[in-house]
């Protein structure tokens, strides 16, 4: 089978197993808001998990999805346990809802998150979602703080139900592991509630992403329990040290069932020589961050109608190849000319607090993360203008951003930039940031969008395309990069 054919097998199956999905969910919806009526408040919740399991099991069945379940005995019925589990596609959840049953309540990610057809449902079945950072602070106001979400689940827990979680908090955009986050272990330590780990595999295979299924068995491995150490009860604050303990122990017994190619490379290269390079726009930011400020700016009456009107023109002339990208830029940043530094330092911090955090390539944050917990130095690699790319430096803890910095008068910008990072620049930049700092760049990643960044992708031992333009995932896919093509 080719590689075109064998992708639009995986689209087919993966719009007939979504389709399968809404359409047993709004058939039976209607049903059970009438049967639930019959039932006593406190069990309803368990009504909507016992359909929501036979809509599942029947979704996976339907295409051809098998699970081989390993060591089947450490599942428990007689009480409640965590099952904590690795997070390699975005059905986890359902398969281990699937094999678990109706006893089991899933805690996730802001329900904000999930198609409107599955929000209803995932309420009325009781689910615990989280706020998991300040992304979901600004997007998901109406889910709950990560103390709220221990709480509840605490609560859960001790009701009888047993409990869903995925430690890592994200899918593996990479089919590699993520990060611990250490909620788990607070919990379990809270509740005082055993942790049984769930190593899934294969299932990055049989769900790659979002859009394919390739129907096949995914192996799910259920260990033998963990005991969490002795605390007082229904507490959320524990000992640092034993939190990290138990997050690692139920890390080490996850991975020991991994296949080696789930294992970043992040876990040999713990190391502050390590360097993370990562464009801005289109790779961390889903757009474009200056023309979004000038439109900003714009809507608040700080520009003339002109002058964005003629920057929005010159954006025309480059996509039609009528006018170079420099140029562009070079000319878009006379609109600065007379602006006040402190000013303009405003009104950006407020677009971005607004309006650009909203629109951050979420699927990222986890991977930077891992960077981080790492040690590894995280660096800004960007065209963007120096105040804007601030906000992001700040927002994910980078070192540092090399940027288009702009000339100043009299705490006035001149317009003008002695340095637009941009090609090749960037690429300069990368090694002179390299060589001050001892970082070496043959153990070193970037990140990035445009085939423009080529020349500072090219730099690093381990460059990933990010949403990429089509010359670029032509040239990531020859050189087997790592390719991320949805990274939102």
Not at 155 to 175: C, M
Request: aromatic fraction near 10%; charged fraction near 25%.
């Amino acid at each position: 089978m080719t590689s075109k054919m064998h992708e639009k097998v995986g689209r087919f199956h993966g719009f007939m197993m979504h389709l399968d999905l809404a359409i047993l969910t709004m058939a039976t919806l209607p049903f059970l808001l009438i049967i639930e009526k019959f039932y006593p408040k406190q069990s309803r919740h368990r009504l909507w998990r016992r359909v929501a399991t036979w809509i599942i099991r029947s979704m996976f069945s339907l295409n051809g999805v098998t699970f081989k379940i390993k060591n089947s005995h450490n599942i428990k019925k007689d009480k409640p346990v965590i099952y904590a589990s690795n997070h390699p596609s975005n059905m986890d959840g359902f398969m281990l809802i699937a094999i678990l049953g109706a006893d089991t309540v899933l805690f996730t990610a802001p329900l904000g998150q999930f198609p409107s057809v599955l929000r209803p449902w995932l309420r009325k079945m009781q689910a615990v979602d989280v706020r998991r950072d300040i992304i979901d602070d600004k997007n998901f106001p109406d889910a709950h703080s990560k103390k709220q979400a221990i709480r509840l689940a605490m609560r859960h827990l001790t009701d009888g139900n047993s409990l869903i979680v995925f430690p890592e908090g994200h899918t593996e955009l990479q089919h590699v592991l993520h990060y611990f986050h250490t909620g788990v272990a607070r919990i379990a330590m809270g509740s005082h509630t055993p942790i049984v780990p769930v190593s899934i595999i294969n299932a990055d295979r049989v769900f790659p992403d979002g859009h394919r299924v390739y129907p096949s068995s995914v192996l799910v491995n259920f260990g033998t329990e963990i005991t969490p150490p002795k605390t007082i009860k229904q507490k959320t604050s524990f000992p640092k040290t034993q939190v990290l303990k138990l997050r690692k122990e139920l890390e080490n017994r996850i991975v020991e069932n991994l296949p080696t190619r789930e294992i970043p490379v992040e876990y040999k290269h713990k190391s502050k020589k390590v360097g993370v390079f990562i464009d801005i726009d289109r790779t961390l930011y889903a757009g474009l961050s200056q023309k979004d400020l000038i439109t900003w700016l714009l809507m608040l009456h700080k520009i003339k109608s002109e002058e964005a009107f003629r920057i929005f023109y010159w954006l025309f002339l480059e996509k039609t190849h009528q006018m170079g990208h420099q140029e562009l830029m070079r000319k878009s940043l006379l609109t600065l000319k007379g602006w006040d530094v402190a000013e303009l330092d405003s009104y950006v911090h407020k677009l971005f607090k607004e309006k650009m955090i909203k629109r951050f390539q979420y699927g990222l944050y986890p991977i930077l993360k891992d960077h981080a917990e790492q040690n590894h130095t995280i660096v800004l690699v960007s065209e963007v203008i120096h105040p804007l790319a601030q906000e992001f430096k700040k927002l994910i803890k980078a070192r540092t951003s090399l940027d288009t910095f702009l000339e100043t008068n009299h705490h006035c910008y001149t317009g003008e930039t002695s340095c637009l990072c941009y090609k090749n620049e960037k690429a300069r930049l990368v090694d002179e940031f390299a060589q001050k700092n001892n970082i070496d760049l043959s153990r070193s990643f970037a990140y990035a969008d445009s085939y423009s960044d080529l020349p500072f992708l090219s730099k690093v031992k381990n460059p990933t395309a990010v949403n990429p333009d089509d010359k670029l995932l032509d040239f990531a896919v020859d050189h087997d990069w790592s390719v991320i093509l949805d990274a939102s």
